[in-house]
């Protein structure tokens, strides 16, 4: 087993406060590709988010690194539901098929989901019941950034960025001439199994990569109810998963400092919504809302047979790099990703809404040198968006989407001081049918700053004005959506919304003990948001986005332990804590889904060939809500897993034994939009199984 240890932090997630500034070069990577049988001691840096790799007590902005092995002891099916565990990230936890990161209380169209830093074309940001379109299995490494990140990946990113690396292109010559991983697993709270593989063929200059990927899921089984006012079944009904996933990739690296890659690579997802099987509408009920008109009642009569989601994507991806010596001008990398998208929202065996999207987006960026520790970079982006969606219950006319942007990167070394700026310029023009449509410029920028005060002490702060864009769904929405169970209202007089932000992290890193505490607060102007109201159409409750000036504030902080290491043996220690609120300032009223305050404490244990993990995290109830909105309670989630290399004479083989919510508590995430009527799965086991070759 490649059990990796640091000198300071963890194994299995890499915790670090990295640069603002975003990075497109290669930057050493930290995987688990189980080739070996010693501990390895690994750089703290290992992140594509700045404009070179730094060490975890050299960095500004809070990000989190999830290495693959330690999603390999997840093998979560959903990008949600991989990083839930995360500070400050929580997830939507919309049933097994469709889980989104929140982070800081962020999501939807201010978190931006990237692929290898463009982003990933789906329609996960436009509702929470639309699905993440990636394979948790394809996945290298997972970069978290927390807080406004705009300057590289756009308006949209002004809540953060979750930026996955992934393994289906090969960047790096290969030390092999040919490899294969393979991984299985089977979950026992939904039936559930999945199987997974990749190749990797060196021909010389050319490198060809296959990979695929067949998971399927039952309904999940949870402890007691999943409607308060339904006898307890013990089964969340209609929250199946089925997703297969393939790829084919090329490089060729054309010389020492040249390499170009194209890939291909389809995704098809079927998922239940929970949320329908019923056929009653939950919210109402609640609030004693009994009366139905014929309208609803058709309504009612499709649901009895339970909504679900029919989703197909595929993706073309050009990406090109080049190193220079001698010359100003260090590197440049470029990006091209054509996506064609497609998902129908079925009521039984009819299509009641099929959604459409074609987007293509472009990325150009240099990196230069200015000094012997003082680089830069400058680059340009170019995205195109067609949406279209046919049916009943589309929300939005047919929309096309051009994005257009200009970005400059800049850090400068005095003395103990490091010194970090940016600024980004975008113009957004939105196309509809019959109607003005939106044309809008954006500014951001940010100014930061670094001090190490001692050898083992540093304190950041970092100054950041983010300006995003309206969406389409916020302008011109008008009408219902079942999934959510939401009529929503859009306003086409919206302009941009901005944010100032401020964070403010303090820093210990020695040998044996390691300590981050990080400060935030952002007041954002003309924040848009769907707020609930009394009205009703189509048996739905209105959301009218509407504008609001809002405040979010909040802090992070970890500790890390390594209390103990004789031989290849190591025990550690760490702890984390969590918390943010975001008021509305007029009325002081809390915006919608916002968590609360969450903390626990992680042991690992291990050696050569084996490795014990053991998490608790406590989540407190959540009183403070929004109009309309239910409160949640508190829950304490404990998981353990234990990781055995097999002692095979033929490739490296390796078992994990994991356990997930073993108090078998009923885990409704405050920040899901089904917490009333579908809770997490209960206690459950999870067998996997990998090798590679």
Request: charged residues 20%.
């Amino acid at each position: 087993m490649h059990i990796f240890r640091k000198s300071k932090p963890v194994r299995s997630t890499i915790l670090s406060s990295i640069a603002f500034l975003p990075s497109f070069s290669l930057a050493d990577t930290i995987t688990s590709d189980h080739s070996h049988t010693e501990i390895h001691e690994l750089n703290p840096f290992v992140v594509n988010a700045s404009l070179t790799p730094r060490s975890s007590q050299d960095m500004l902005t809070p990000t989190t690194v999830v290495a693959f092995d330690t999603l390999e002891i997840s093998l979560a099916p959903t990008l949600g539901e991989a990083l839930d565990n995360q500070p400050g990230v929580h997830s939507t936890a919309f049933g097994a098929g469709a889980s989104r990161p929140v982070i800081r209380g962020l999501e939807g169209n201010r978190l931006r989901v990237m692929e290898s830093g463009v982003d990933i074309g789906d329609l996960s940001a436009e509702s929470p019941d639309h699905a993440v379109s990636l394979e948790p299995f394809f996945i290298e490494r997972i970069e978290v950034l927390r807080g406004a990140s705009t300057l590289l990946f756009g308006s949209s990113a002004i809540g953060g960025v979750v930026n996955v690396i992934d393994k289906r292109i090969p960047r790096t010559r290969p030390l092999q001439n040919a490899s294969l991983a393979a991984i299985t697993d089977y979950q026992s709270a939904s039936d559930g199994w999945s199987l997974g593989g990749l190749t990797t063929v060196s021909l010389q200059d050319i490198v060809v990569s296959v990979s695929y990927l067949d998971r399927d899921h039952k309904n999940y089984s949870i402890p007691g109810h999943s409607d308060h006012d339904e006898e307890p079944t013990g089964i969340l009904e209609n929250s199946f998963l089925e997703s297969k996933a393939n790829s084919v990739a090329l490089s060729w690296f054309a010389s020492g400092n040249t390499r170009f890659s194209i890939a291909r690579t389809t995704y098809e997802s079927q998922y239940g919504v929970p949320w329908h099987e019923h056929g009653t509408h939950q919210e109402h009920e609640h609030e004693g809302n009994h009366e139905e008109d014929k309208e609803e009642e058709s309504h009612h009569e499709d649901d009895e047979h339970g909504i679900s989601i029919d989703l197909n994507q595929s993706t073309v991806d050009l990406d090109f790099e080049h190193t220079m010596e001698n010359s100003w001008l260090n590197a440049i990398e470029g990006r091209l990703r054509h996506v064609e998208y497609d998902h129908q929202e079925l009521e039984g065996d009819d299509i009641g809404t099929d959604f459409n999207r074609e987007s293509t987006e472009a990325r150009l960026i240099a990196t230069y040198l200015t000094g012997p520790n003082d680089q830069g970079a400058f680059g340009i982006q170019w995205l195109s968006l067609d949406s279209m969606a046919v049916g009943e219950e589309s929300l939005t006319p047919d929309s096309t989407t051009t994005d257009t942007a200009l970005f400059l990167l800049q850090d400068m070394q005095i003395n103990n001081i490091r010194v970090e700026g940016g600024i980004r310029v975008e113009h957004r023009e939105i196309q509809i049918t019959d109607d003005e449509g939106y044309d809008g410029w954006a500014l951001s920028g940010s100014l930061g700053a670094k001090i190490q005060l001692t050898e083992h002490w540093s304190i950041g702060t970092l100054f950041n004005h983010a300006e995003r864009h309206p969406v389409a769904t916020e302008l011109y929405a008008s009408g219902p959506h079942a999934a959510t169970q939401q009529f929503e209202i859009g306003d086409s007089s919206f302009g941009s919304e901005s944010a100032n932000g401020i964070d403010l992290s303090l820093h210990w890193d020695e040998s044996d003990l390691s300590a981050s505490l990080t400060a935030f607060h952002t007041d954002f102007s003309d924040f848009i948001y769907a707020a609930p109201t009394k009205d009703e159409q189509h048996g739905f409750r209105v959301y009218q986005y509407t504008q609001a000036n809002t405040t979010f504030y909040g802090l992070e902080a970890t500790l890390t332990w390594h209390a103990w290491q004789a031989n290849n043996a190591y025990f550690d220690i760490s702890f984390q804590v969590d918390t943010v609120n975001a008021n509305i300032e007029k009325t002081n009223d809390l915006l919608p889904r916002i968590p609360p305050l969450r903390l626990g404490p992680r042991v690992q244990f291990g050696s050569e060939d084996w490795m014990i993990n053991s998490s608790i995290l406590h989540s407190f109830p959540q009183d403070r809500t929004s109009p309309f909105e239910a409160s949640s309670d508190a829950y304490t989630n404990w998981s353990a897993s234990l990781l055995i290399d097999l002692p095979f004479q033929t490739g490296n083989w390796h078992l994990i034994l994991s356990g997930r919510n073993l108090l078998d508590e009923e885990i409704r995430p405050h920040t899901s939009p089904l917490k009333e009527v579908a809770p997490a799965p209960g206690r459950h086991v999870k067998i996997t199984l990998s090798t590679a070759f």
